[in-house]
């Protein structure tokens, strides 16, 4: 089973940026649909972008025009670059991997917007 490595979350005002990282571990990579979740305090974990192998791509309403998420395939990872942050965009970050009956979570980073 494929294990995931979240990096790059950390604490923004309003209106930053931040870009988070993903890398994977296994032979097989490019077949997967590779996802990331967010959970804010409280609230379920909710998806916020995912990208099949061949690079399509969805948004949940509330980040679309804001953040974008992107693979490399040759390097295993996926990246979400998030921009304009706002509070509402608080909680913690996982990377999520699915696919041909597969299922990972990496352990998630922390994401924090405040002024």
């Known amino acids: 089973q494929a294990q995931l490595v979240e990096s790059g979350g950390g604490s923004v005002q309003p209106g930053g940026s931040l870009t988070l990282s993903c890398k994977a571990s296994g032979d097989i990579f490019s077949i997967y649909i590779m996802g990331w979740y967010r959970q804010s305090p409280g609230k379920s974990r909710v998806l916020v972008a995912d990208i099949t192998g061949n690079r399509v791509t969805n948004y949940m309403d509330s980040v679309r025009g804001r953040f974008t998420i992107s693979r490399d395939n040759a390097k295993k990872m996926i990246y979400l670059q998030m921009n304009d942050l706002k509070p509402e965009d608080t909680g913690v970050y996982y990377c999520?991997?699915?696919?041909?009956?597969?299922?990972?979570w990496g352990q998630g980073t922390q994401v924090t917007v405040s002024s």
């Open positions: 999520h991997l699915q696919g041909y009956g597969a299922s990972s």
